[in-house]
């Protein structure tokens, strides 16, 4: 039930941010950083915001602390639509660490602010790749700083599949008999959120060529109904649907998860603790996520929040970061010399994985303005749907 209400409440959210439009922040974006007006409060994705008390060698805050005088707290939230819900709900927050199928709409509503690149030393820094990228770039205005991005992997239990990881997401979307002589009823598990449509769109591109999927965010509606096809046989597989990667990271220890679409973040929890589990990007491709900080329209501490938008492209931070979550730093540099990498720098985390990512972003029905109205099915069909299939209709 409690999954229900979020969705609805995030079907809402995405019905109220496409009928507004653009909105500029009155008077444009800050000119000059001043003095911080002593805390800076976050909105981010659970691992990405650490001060040292899950492991002191993980701590990124502290010293922003001691420098700008800039107390750090943070909210964590577990799906982009939550993310939406807190920024557009209350004036309390600063930044946001939106994925792509969230940044749009909170640029749309007119929840974010563009952002001056000239108070930020570091965007010089940023990947050429995500500088400019469509996700938080409208009409050659930026709309926040590149933080970390990374592919949505299949994680998998070692016991189950021995050295030979799935080739296909079809471990976790049909009825299979898995290497360990049992079958996948009930031991996998799906993302919650509305975007994991596309993680089928993605599977049904190499299964059913016929289909024509290109972009899976920009799906027409035999294409649409294909992929829910695929979601509703997933619905009698799955024991649960997550989006608290801490609970993920139990069900794999405690409840005999086999396979499930996860994100780094848990794999390396999971394998510093001595469990089971691996990860790989099977040959369909994937998923994924470049996430952005961005700055509310009506940020209650703007100054700080500068400060910490130029701090967090810092290399030992991007690395530190990248380290921790198992994500590719958008600061090609923090690859290099980082003592929590290693040797092998973002090697292992997927640097050279970026052509075989399709980043999350929000579904319009002009297909992301490359087609006329109409032409693909929109974000709040995803979400109405969504919530339909997951409760068993």
């Keep these: 039930m409690r999954r229900m209400v979020s969705l609805l409440a995030a079907l809402a959210l995405v019905l109220a941010a496409c009928g507004s439009g653009d909105e500029a922040v009155a008077g444009g974006p800050l000119q000059e950083i001043g003095e911080g007006e002593g805390a800076v409060v976050i909105v981010a994705w659970a691992g990405y915001i650490e001060n040292g008390e899950t492991d002191s060698a993980y701590d990124w805050v502290t010293q922003f602390e001691a420098d700008t005088g800039c107390a750090v ?33 909170l640029i749309a509503g007119g929840t974010v602010q563009e952002v001056n690149t000239d108070l930020i ?14 996700w938080h770039t409208v ?16 994680a998998y239990n070692t016991d189950v599949f021995g050295n030979s990881p799935p080739a296909s997401w079809s471990v976790i979307f049909e009825p299979t008999d898995l290497p ?15 975007i994991y449509v596309a993680d089928a769109a993605v599977y049904l ?3 059913r060529p016929e289909l024509g999927i290109g ?68 040959a369909e491709g994937a998923t994924g996520w470049a ?62 994985n970026f052509d075989r990512i399709s980043f999350w972003k929000t579904p319009t029905e002009d297909c ?8 693909c099915v929109p974000y709040y069909r995803w979400v109405t749907d969504y919530l339909a299939v997951i409760g068993g209709r």
Excluded at 336 to 344: F, I, K, P, V
């Design 73 to 105: 707290e943070v909210k964590t939230a577990g799906t982009s639509d939550e993310m939406v819900a807190l920024m557009t709900g209350s004036d309390e927050f600063d930044l946001v660490t939106a994925s792509g199928d969230a940044s749009l709409r």
């Design 368 to 375: 992301n303005g490359t087609a006329a109205a109409g032409a």
């Design 205 to 207: 591109k190499s299964l």
């Design 121 to 134: 030393p570091s965007w010089s820094t940023v990947d050429d790749r995500l500088q400019s990228a469509p």
């Design 291 to 352: 996430d952005t900080t961005m700055m509310h329209a009506n940020a209650p501490h703007p100054n700080c929040a500068y400060k910490w938008l130029d701090w967090s492209l810092n290399p030992k931070v991007q690395g530190d970061l990248a380290a921790w979550f198992g994500s590719v730093p958008s600061v090609p540099a923090a690859c290099e010399g980082n003592d929590l990498l290693g040797a092998e720098g973002c090697t292992t985390n997927g640097f050279e």
């Design 180 to 194: 360990d002589g049992a079958t996948n009823e009930g031991r996998v598990q799906a993302y919650d959120g509305p």
């Design 215 to 282: 972009d899976p965010y920009q799906l027409n509606e035999d294409q649409y109904q294909a992929a829910l096809g695929v979601l509703r046989t997933q619905r009698t597989l799955v024991g649960r649907y997550w989006h608290d990667a801490f609970i993920q990271i139990d069900d794999f220890t405690n409840e005999g998860v086999a396979a499930s679409a996860s994100w780094p973040f848990q794999v390396n929890i999971l394998q510093a603790d001595g469990a089971p589990i691996a990860s790989t990007i099977p």
């Design 139 to 154: 009409d050659g205005k930026h709309y926040g700083t590149p933080y970390q991005w990374g592919a949505n992997v299949l």
